[in-house]
């Protein structure tokens, strides 16, 4: 059974940096890729980053520059560091992964595995 869950979320100032962990369970973390969506009141999911099984790395362009993916597979967690946050970026953000290994992620009809959420909060 796989299992994601997310820890890092908060509240604060424009301008301040965060760090979102997911921590993966239920399968070989290593074969899989990683990504985070987020969902803002009244707003559709949207993609924010991913990284391949391999290490390869793609962002959205409303956080390119201020946000970084990455993975350590010997501790099965996937991170987003979130620097220049501004209020715009409040949402709800969730982890995510596919189903089939060697996969990539590429909107959320390719997400077969959710997280359960964390909130983030920027105040201007």
């Known amino acids: 059974q796989v299992r994601l869950v997310e820890s890092g979320g908060g509240l604060v100032q424009a301008g301040a940096s965060l760090r979102l962990s997911c921590a993966a369970s239920g399968r070989t973390f290593s074969d899989y890729p990683m990504g985070w969506f987020r969902q803002a009141p009244g707003k559709e999911r949207e993609f924010v980053a991913s990284i391949s099984w391999s290490g390869g790395t793609y962002n959205a362009d409303s956080v390119r520059g201020r946000f970084t993916i990455s993975r350590d597979n010997a501790k099965n967690t996937v991170y987003l560091q979130m620097n220049s946050l501004k209020p715009e970026d409040t949402a709800v953000y969730y982890c995510?992964?596919?189903?089939?290994?060697?996969?990539?992620?590429?909107?959320?009809?390719?997400?077969?595995?959710w997280g359960q959420g964390t909130q983030v909060t920027v105040s201007s």
């Open positions: 995510a992964s596919t189903s089939r290994p060697f996969s990539s992620i590429t909107s959320v009809e390719t997400i077969r595995y």
